[in-house]
């Protein structure tokens, strides 16, 4: 019999699993703490549960984390970490610290099915879904490797969904995560601390929504539907004006919350006057904060980086018309850990789909 791994549940899955058992609710909040706050991963160490109990759990269920190997620190700071899943395919996690927070960039799928051409993890196929287990992990791997502490004395302080893979095609393991991820009993992060990046999934969105309040970023990358389809080919099947009815829709009501639109900086592609302006025409209303995020290089990238000169003028452009507007520090390049270098080792990617063939969730 498979056991169940009580990292693929979030707290109310936890409680149906404990009631099954004929256990008591608040069996729920002494496992909770014993794995997120206390770092425990074995039953026997789970001291305020009657010996019957722990010869049960280790019976029926596990916590079983994936396994962090080589770690690489950056000059900046940034660490990265392989994280190597049952089957030996790997994914990537990557710590950022700043002065006023500390974030950490997870992975949702080994590889992704979306071909966006500007991104190293593309060229890596799509093998299969992250577990919830592989997703919560990740964190709690960090959080330890990190030096672990007790709720508030953490150094992850943001958690981003911006790492391997599509979030909103892993719909039904990642909304777990996210509930982990703020939840009092797990990692306890605000909503507004926990940000899913998509393409653009837009049944997807709307889907979200229903479930979930964390912040949104979506990665847009061109103004309109001709130039966002070659960058962004998930585009010819949600287009712009879809995806922007989809974002207003999520903002709404959770103001002052925007939502955050990544723009990759491409030379000669998608950096002139004309895209700033088309760019401003789109957002139109919508609550929007904009991250210019400079072109990173990879193996066999047909891309240049903008010029600092011209990523300038075009965030200059978007501020003059009111558009809070920043310009993402690359973090980690020396160490293949800036956004869009995310590679793993991803064994078997026969598995990789035209995204148009995708179903939603
Ligand atoms: N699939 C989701 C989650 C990945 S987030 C999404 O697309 O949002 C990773 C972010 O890095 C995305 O905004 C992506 O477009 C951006 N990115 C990808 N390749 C990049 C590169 N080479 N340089 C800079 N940013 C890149």
Redesign the pocket.
Known sequence: MNKVNLLDLDRTALQAFFLDLGEKRFRTEQVMKWIYHEGVTDFAAMTNLSKPLRARLDQLAEIRLPQLLQPRLSSDGTRKWLVQLAGGNCIETVFIPEEDRGTLCVS?QIG?I?D?T????AQQGFNRNLSTAEIIGQVWLAHHALGGGRAGSREISNI????????LYNFRNVVPALNLMQDDLAFGLSKRRVTL???GVVPTIYKLREVSDVSL???L?APNDALRNQL?PLNRRYPLSELMAACSAYIKGLQPRRITW?Y?MLDGVNDSDAHARELITLLGDIPSKVNL??????PQ?R?RRSPPDVIDRFRQILTAHGLTTVTRKTRGEDIEA????LAGQVQDRSRRHRPVRMSAA
């Not at 981003?160 to 979030?167: I, K, S």
């Open positions: 949702s992704c979306l966006c500007f991104c190293a993890t981003v969904l911006m790492g391997m893979g599509e979030p990046s998509t393409s970023a979506v990665s990358h962004v990544e990759v995020i400079p072109f990173n290089p990879f990238a891309y800036a956004c869009g270098q």
